[in-house]
């Protein structure tokens, strides 16, 4: 909480709202990393969900069949 609410990050624009796609929301991230020519570099998108790259990993990464990967999956609650 003290970061977030921190004057001086506040000041050099340091957060970032950024639309997250299903929450129907904005949510306040950390700015990029660096400044170039006088601006922060731009977050384009939000961290990704909770198992989001599943298929990525378990199909094209670990080559799993996608009977295989049925067991790995999340439940959500």
């Known amino acids: 909480e003290d970061i977030a ?3 001086q990050l506040a000041v050099r624009n340091f957060w ?6 299903g929450l129907d ?3 306040k991230y950390p700015g990029g990393f660096a400044v ?3 601006e922060r ?6 961290a990704p969900r909770v198992g989001e790259h ?7 990464e670990l080559g799993l069949s ?5 067991d790995l999956q999340l439940v959500s609650a």
Do not use: M
């Open 5 to 7: 609410n921190d004057p």
């Open 16 to 21: 970032q709202r950024v639309s997250c796609p």
């Open 25 to 27: 929301r904005t949510l």
């Open 36 to 38: 170039i020519n006088g």
């Open 41 to 46: 570099l731009e977050i384009r998108r939000p």
């Open 54 to 60: 599943n298929h990525e990993l378990f199909v094209k």
């Open 66 to 70: 996608a009977f295989e990967t049925k």
